[in-house]
C-alpha cells in the first residue's frame, strides 16, 4: 500500500465522522485552508489509486470534494480504527488528534492554512496506516510529515493554547484481549484482493503463533442494492474468507461465518449509498 510514500509525502507528506468544520468556524476567512486540504486529499488519492488500493482512494477523494466545496470533514476518530490499531499506536494517535483537533479549533487554520491542511491529511494518512500496520516505513513518513506540519501551525499561532492531552488507555489483558483483522473487497465483489490477501497472511500467522479458541469471519455490505442482496453478498465473502483462511493451514471447523448483511456498517451512511469501509469481512481471533 502507498507504494513511493516518501515520493507521495513530498507531494502532501471502517469513511470519516461527517461532522464539517465549517460549523466551528468563528467568522473567519478559511478558503485558502480548504483548498490546500483539497489538494492535499487529492493527492492522496491519486496515489493510492497508482498503487491500486482502490478503497482508500476513494475515500481520499470524497473528503477532497467535501474540502473543496467549503464542508471539510473532521480528522478521523481513533476510535473508528481501534478495532484494528495495536495497543503501541493508540496513545500516539490518540494525543496527535487532540493536539490537532486544539489548533483547528483555534485559528490554526487561517494563521497557517497550508500546514494545518497537510496537518490534518498526514494524521489521516498515519492513522490509516497504523491501523494495517503492514509498513513501518510508511507509517513513519506520514507521522513525521504530521509532527513537522504541527510545528510548523503551532508557531504560526496566534491564539493557540494546546491542552493537556488525556492519557492513553490502559492495556487491555495479553490472555483476553481479541486480534482483529479486516478484508475489504471492491464494490459488489466477493473475491479477494491482493491487499486482502495480505491481511489473511497476518491473520493466519496470528492464529497459528499460539493457540486460540475460535475464529470468526464476519461478513458486511456497504448500502447499495436491496437487503436481501446484501445478506448474500455478505455471505459470500465471508465464505471466500474462511476459505482462504483454511487454505492457509487452519482447520474449517475451528472458523465460524456469520454474514450480517448491510445492517452493521462501520461507517454510517444513508441507504443506497457506496461506502468502501463498509465492503469488508472482519476476522477476530478468540484466545
Not at 475460535?214 to 455490505?221: E, Q
Not at 474462511?242 to 450480517?260: H, M, T, V
Amino acid at each position: 500500500m502507498m507504494k513511493s510514500m516518501t515520493k507521495c509525502v513530498g507531494v502532501l507528506v471502517m469513511a470519516t465522522f461527517a461532522i464539517s468544520f465549517s460549523t466551528l468556524a468563528t467568522g473567519q476567512d478559511t478558503q485558502d485552508f480548504e483548498r490546500a486540504l483539497s489538494n492535499d486529499y487529492n493527492a492522496l488519492s491519486q496515489s493510492e489509486l497508482a498503487q491500486g488500493d482502490k478503497r482508500d482512494a476513494e475515500t481520499y477523494s470524497r473528503r477532497a470534494a467535501d474540502a473543496a466545496a467549503g464542508n471539510p470533514t473532521a480528522p478521523d476518530q481513533v476510535d473508528l480504527r481501534r478495532p484494528f490499531l495495536k495497543e503501541h499506536y493508540v496513545g500516539d494517535l490518540t494525543q496527535a488528534r487532540a493536539r490537532l483537533v486544539t489548533a483547528l479549533e483555534a485559528t490554526g487554520r487561517t494563521d497557517a492554512p497550508a500546514d494545518a491542511a497537510r496537518a490534518q491529511s498526514s494524521y489521516d494518512c498515519w492513522l490509516e496506516q497504523a491501523s494495517e500496520d503492514l509498513q513501518q516505513d510508511h507509517i513513519q513518513a506520514c507521522r513525521d510529515s504530521f509532527m513537522t506540519a504541527m510545528d510548523a501551525v503551532e508557531a504560526a499561532a496566534t491564539k493557540v493554547v494546546v491542552a493537556e492531552p488525556p492519557p492513553p488507555p490502559p492495556p487491555a489483558p495479553v490472555e483476553t484481549f481479541p486480534e482483529n483483522f479486516i478484508v475489504f473487497f471492491d464494490f459488489d465483489r466477493s473475491e479477494i484482493t491482493p491487499e486482502g490477501m495480505t491481511v489473511i497472511r497476518s491473520a493466519e500467522a496470528a492464529a497459528t503463533g499460539t493457540p486460540f479458541k475460535r475464529i470468526r469471519a464476519t461478513g458486511h455490505t456497504d448500502r447499495s442494492g436491496s437487503d436481501r442482496y446484501n445478506q448474500a453478498l455478505s455471505q459470500r465473502r465471508a465464505d471466500a474468507v474462511k476459505a482462504a483462511l483454511s487454505d492457509a493451514g487452519i482447520q474449517s471447523g475451528d472458523i465460524e461465518i456469520i454474514a450480517r448483511g448491510e445492517s452493521e456498517p462501520l461507517v454510517e451512511t444513508d441507504d443506497g449509498v457506496r461506502e468502501a469501509q463498509n465492503r469488508r469481512v472482519e476476522i477476530l481471533i478468540e484466545r
